[in-house]
T-cell receptor, first 114, second 109 residues
Framework: ETGVTQSPTHLIKTRGQQVTLRCSSQ?????VSWYQQALGQGPQFIFQ???????GRGNFPPRFSGLQFPNYSSELNVNALELDDSALYLC?????????????FGPGTRLTVL | QKEVEQDPGPLSVPEGAIVSLNCTYS??????FMWYRQYSRKGPELLMY????GNKEDGRFTAQVDKSSKYISLFIRDSQPSDSATYLC?????????FGTGTRLQVFP
């Protein structure tokens, strides 16, 4: 077990709705990253938060947004849901340095958009 | 060309076999690589990470990086049915991991 938890486990939404996914980082970690994993694909980087500031962003539109809280828990918000947003959403926590970032993943939230 | 390429498989081997899983990468700027194992409907589990070239061994697992050919490999000795999973290679790049598509491995008794 990595100590990284995510909620909820599963979620079903309809197109156009908004969703908030939550992640609790492993103790001692200062960084959280979010990834989207479509079926049969590797995880795709959404963004990373380091000490409550966005530290990098992948090729995702602004309707994907995030927050990191002082206790290093995090949220991923997605507005105006589209059918293609259906995927497994993974958060990963780490102790980031400029030369390494060993990331430990949570179990994921499976989002279905109808 | 994708930054990290991986044969999706599936790869099916008998119990006890030596398994070789491979990835190629296109950008030589960073030399920090990871292997994750992902069981169905679960999050990826870190198996090994390695810097630069050479081998790193952990129990039945050996990770190998060949900088000259931009090739990374994971070898599993004495494979077990419990090793049946998808194996993801990843390259670290500043603020993110760049993953391959994963190779699905099945070890049959």
């Amino acid at each position: 077990e990595t100590g990284v938890t995510q909620s909820p486990t599963h979620l079903i939404k309809t197109r156009g709705q908004q969703v908030t996914l939550r992640c609790s980082s492993q103790s001692g970690h200062n960084t959280v990253s979010w990834y989207q994993q479509a079926l049969g694909q590797g995880p795709q980087f959404i963004f990373q938060y380091y000490r409550e500031e966005e530290n990098g962003r992948g090729n995702f539109p602004p309707r994907f947004s995030g927050l990191q809280f002082p206790n290093y828990s995090s949220e991923l918000n997605v507005n105006a849901l589209e059918l293609d947003d259906s995927a497994l959403y993974l958060c990963a926590s780490s102790f980031w340095t400029s030369v390494s970032d060993t990331q430990y993943f949570g179990p994921g939230t499976r989002l279905t958009v109808l | 060309q994708k930054e990290v390429e991986q044969d999706p498989g599936p790869l099916s081997v008998p119990e006890g076999a030596i398994v070789s899983l491979n990835c190629t990468y296109s950008n030589s700027a960073f030399q920090y690589f990871m292997w994750y194992r992902q069981y169905s409907r679960k999050g990826p589990e870190l198996l090994m990470y390695t810097y630069s070239s050479g081998n790193k061994e952990d129990g039945r697992f050996t990770a190998q990086v060949d900088k000259s050919s931009k090739y990374i490999s994971l070898f599993i000795r004495d494979s077990q049915p419990s090793d049946s999973a998808t194996y993801l290679c990843a390259r670290y790049n500043t603020d993110k991991l760049i993953f391959g598509t994963g190779t699905r491995l099945q070890v049959f008794p």
